[in-house]
């Protein structure tokens, strides 16, 4: 699996968009980038997914670069709820056999009254 | 729809104790897993059940069993606890093995004295 890169720690104002970035340097093209969060003790929750294009659903947008190298998960109006643990995790959609779910350290957001 | 669910949400044992961890899915998931959750060690699978009838090991399965009874329930049982199994447990499942979107429980804090 490649390897995922994010910061430690970042605090958002509620109300206001969070950006949580991630690097992937290594990923291959037929690996997508999986968004995960765990809110505080709480199982962790599926997010969001994608390949190449920018994403989005009800509860995020994903912005991936061109080169696929990094990407960007956007909470557009975050609230105190939105506090957690986010894990980018890279994987290949299809890769047979069982698909274990490999947590890095992630980013923890706070976000801010 | 209650997604997945475990009982119970905390526990006590002493060394040597038996106990079966229970969880339960009502998304008519195929697939099915057990985690383990330890600080800084990210999730662990312990074991899975790729469709019903089915189990095998993941990377931590020792001390542990599990039980498919049914496409709904995926039970974990521990034989004989050790301190070493103290952690937090999560239930997870996905519609198909191979899918990245797996969907997690609220987890079961383990504690072996």
């Known amino acids: 699996d490649a390897k995922t890169t994010q910061p430690t720690s970042m605090d958002c104002a509620e109300g206001r968009a969070a950006n949580l970035p991630c690097n992937h340097s290594?990923?291959?093209?037929?690996?997508?980038v999986y968004w995960y969060r765990q809110i505080h003790s709480q199982g962790p929750q599926y997010i969001i997914h994608g390949l190449k294009n920018n994403e989005t659903n009800e509860m995020a947008s994903l912005i991936i670069t061109e080169d696929r190298k990094s990407s960007t998960l956007i909470l557009p109006h975050a609230t105190l709820r939105d506090t957690a643990v986010y894990y980018c995790?890279?994987?290949?959609?299809?890769?047979?056999?069982?698909?274990?779910?490999?947590f890095g350290t992630g980013t923890k957001l706070q976000v801010i009254p | 729809n209650a997604g997945v669910t475990q009982t119970p949400k905390f526990q006590v044992l002493k060394t040597g104790q038996s106990m079966t961890l229970q969880c339960a899915q009502d998304?008519?998931?195929?697939?099915m897993y057990w985690y383990r959750q330890d600080p800084g060690m990210g999730l662990r699978l312990i074991y899975y059940?790729?469709?019903?009838?089915?189990?095998d090991k993941g990377e931590v399965p020792n001390g542990y069993n599990v039980s498919r009874l049914n496409k709904r329930e995926f039970s974990l049982r521990l034989e004989s606890a050790a301190p070493s199994q103290t952690s937090v447990y999560f239930c997870?499942?996905?519609?198909?093995?191979?899918?990245?979107?797996?969907?997690f429980g609220p987890g079961t804090r383990l504690t072996v004295l």
């Open positions: 998304m008519n998931h195929n697939s």
């Open positions: 290594t990923i291959s093209g037929n690996e997508y």
């Open positions: 059940s790729a469709s019903e009838g089915t189990t």
């Open positions: 995790i890279v994987r290949p959609l299809n890769s047979g056999g069982y698909q274990k779910v490999t």
């Open positions: 997870a499942s996905s519609q198909m093995p191979d899918s990245n979107e797996q969907f």
